[in-house]
């Protein structure tokens, strides 16, 4: 089995960054026109004056195997903040390899490094590995609260109200 490499994503890793979440909206089954994500956007909110995330990519044998996008979100009542996977994904060939899992522990150290309370990710309801993998590493559903959204245009209905 071939090593495995993680690493912070860098500027120069844009173009990679971008194949992966388009490899992820293609596993989704996303239209493309739900992901209009460039690289002029991914500059911006990842390397610009105030990135909105972090990427650390994984690599096996020199080439991208996967990604976790994440952030910082709080809680008010641990009064810390916490770390958000927002996607986390495996080539499909490359799968069953460990890299989720070595994602997941640099996220962990992260985590920990940063004093965060908690690691917090949304998964589909119908992709039973991923479910399964998480609660395999000791995550726990969330059952009670439900994900609420607004887009483009519910948000600007509501500032104008």
């Known amino acids: 089995m071939s090593d495995i490499h993680i690493r912070p994503g860098v500027e120069d890793d844009i173009p990679v960054i971008l194949a992966l979440i388009q490899a992820l909206a293609e596993y989704e089954k996303a239209r ?21 995330a972090e990427v650390l990519l994984a690599e096996v044998d020199g080439e991208a195997a996967g990604f976790a996008l994440f952030f910082h979100n709080f809680s ?4 810390r903040r916490g770390l958000y996977l927002e996607d ?8 069953g390899r460990g ?12 985590a920990i490094e940063r004093g965060c309370a908690r690691m917090e990710w ?26 609420f959204r607004l887009t483009a245009p519910a948000i600007g209905r509501l500032a104008e109200r």
Do not use: H
Not at 32 to 52: K, M, T, Y
Not at 99 to 110: D, F, Q, S, T, V
Not at 129 to 143: H, K, N
């Open 32 to 52: 493309p026109e739900e992901v209009p994500v460039d690289q002029a956007v991914l500059r911006q909110s990842l390397f610009g004056a105030r990135p909105a």
């Open 76 to 79: 008010t009542w641990q009064g």
């Open 88 to 95: 986390l994904f495996v080539r499909p060939a490359l799968r």
């Open 99 to 110: 890299i989720g899992k070595a994602l997941l522990c640099e996220l962990a150290r992260i």
């Open 122 to 147: 949304a998964v589909l309801d119908w992709n039973t590995p991923a479910i399964d993998f998480y609660r395999s590493l000791g995550a726990v559903p969330m059952d009670e609260w439900t994900i």
